[in-house]
């Protein structure tokens, strides 16, 4: 994954690299509805953080690539 570390060894992720899920649903044109279905599954990889949902680029583009 692309991005420096931080003093604790972390990959500090970017603002390109972290994805909304209206940017996945543009990326895979898909509804924004069926990205959040695909996250709640584990069908797309993402983490929650609150209500919100989040998604890494480089995670998403490898399932592209399969």
Do not use: C, K, N
């Not at 692309?2 to 972390?10: E, K, L, T």
């Not at 695909?38 to 998403?60: D, N, Q, T, Y």
């Amino acid at each position: 994954m692309a991005g420096s570390r931080d003093q604790g060894g972390r990959v500090a992720l970017t603002r390109d690299e972290v994805m909304t899920a209206s940017e996945v649903a543009e990326l895979l044109h898909l509804p924004v509805s069926t990205v959040y279905y695909l996250a709640r599954r584990g069908e797309l990889p993402a983490s929650r953080l609150g209500r919100a949902w989040r998604f890494l680029r480089p995670r998403i583009e490898r399932l592209l690539e399969e």
